[in-house]
Every structure is written in C-alpha cells, then in structure tokens.
C-alpha cells in the first residue's frame, strides 16, 4: 500500500467516524414505578450522585432518607458542589429525620427554603411541591417520589430519569429561577 492509498484509506475511516459521531444518540432514559422498582430506582440515584463530577441540583419537599444524604456529603467531600432548594414549610414539620439541617452543615452543600406562590384569596402561600435533580448539567431525574423510605418502600410512586440534554437545559434553568427566589438557610 502507498502512502497515498493509506492517507486516502485513512481519510475515509475518519471521515465515516465523524459522521456517525455527530448522529445524535438517543438519550437513555428509565421509568421506575415504585414500590416494585424501588431498589433500582434508589440504585440509579445513588450511581447517578456517585458519578457527579461537578454539581448537583436537587428540588425536594420532603428528605429522610439517610443513604441518598450521605451519599450526597461523600459527593461534597469530592468536591461536587450540591445545591438543594426544600420546600419551606417541609423544613419545619420533622426536625429529627429531615436532611435538611443534618446537609446544610456540609461544605460545598448550600441549602435553600422556599415558599410556593402567594394565594391572594387564601392569604397564604403554596407549597415548593418538585422532586427533581440534576446532575453534571445532563442527567435528570424527577417524579412523585419525595426521598423518603416511604415512597421507596411504601408507596405507589414513579421516578423516570433521562439523559436528555434540552431536558437537562431546561431544569437547570427553572432551578436558578426557583434558587432566586429562595431563601439560603445558612
């Protein structure tokens, strides 16, 4: 073989290569309907905060769940920086097992508290509802599901997580609107 028939050769392997690297990969996504998938769906949480590199963005009302809170301090020990937004008024109902006070001590981990939306007639505010997260800017997981052991063991609860990058997009930019209307809680 020349070098010109090598360089041509060449040329084409890299040429098809580029080309199938720019067709578009479909995101990878999962449903997970609880309580039959809980520990799947667990698993895929705690991978997804084990494999963060760089951030980690969370919308929850409610947060016992012990495993998924230490996973998230071993992430901030990493050097991931995790963000969290709570629902205000969950803040207050179990002080004892809400992670709420046990990860805003954490470096690296801010925490936040937010009201819903004022309700005129009712004089009172709405509730800050999302069970959302975000992680590296691209995988995002949200459902019904609060993390709790209840909704991973008692519930009828469903957690669909996707590897979307417009989805992605879109949360981290609903997550900034809804982190400046918070309140830090440190």
Known sequence: MTKTDFFKKFLSILFVT????????????????????????LLSILKSIDSSKKSIKITIYNFTHKKIANRLKRAAKRGVEVEIIFDSKSTRSDRRRSMFYYLAKYKNISVYKLKGKFIKKQNRHGIMHLKSALFDHKRVIFGSANWTYSAFGKNYELIYLDDDYAK???????FKKLKNMSTPFK
């Open 168 to 174: 992605a997009k879109q949360f981290e930019k609903y």
């Open 18 to 41: 580029a080309f199938f690297i720019r067709l578009p990969i479909y995101p990878s996504s999962e449903l997970f309907l609880l309580p039959q998938d809980s520990d799947k769906a």
